[in-house]
């Protein structure tokens, strides 16, 4: 899961029942905090594609959603 700000309480909200949700199917959460910054979330996600995780959660930045291509491939 890629979030902007993992204190803000709606994300933590998301974030802990998607753990609860993920772990009862036998998978594990990995979390990562972009910060609201753009370059930072790219790199992110680029990072968890190249590892092959099984799936990806994000809350996505103001780009606009061709930028995000890269995920889906």
């Not at 753990?19 to 790219?42: F, I, K, M």
């Amino acid at each position: 899961m890629v979030f902007p700000d993992i204190e803000n309480s709606f994300y933590a909200s998301v974030i802990s029942g998607a753990e609860e949700v993920l772990q009862s199917a036998g998978y594990s959460l990995l979390l990562a905090n972009y910060g609201e910054d753009p370059n930072r979330e790219h790199t992110q996600l680029t990072t968890l594609r190249a590892e092959h995780v099984a799936g990806i959660l994000f809350a996505a930045s103001c780009k606009p959603s061709a930028d995000y291509e890269f995920v889906l491939k």
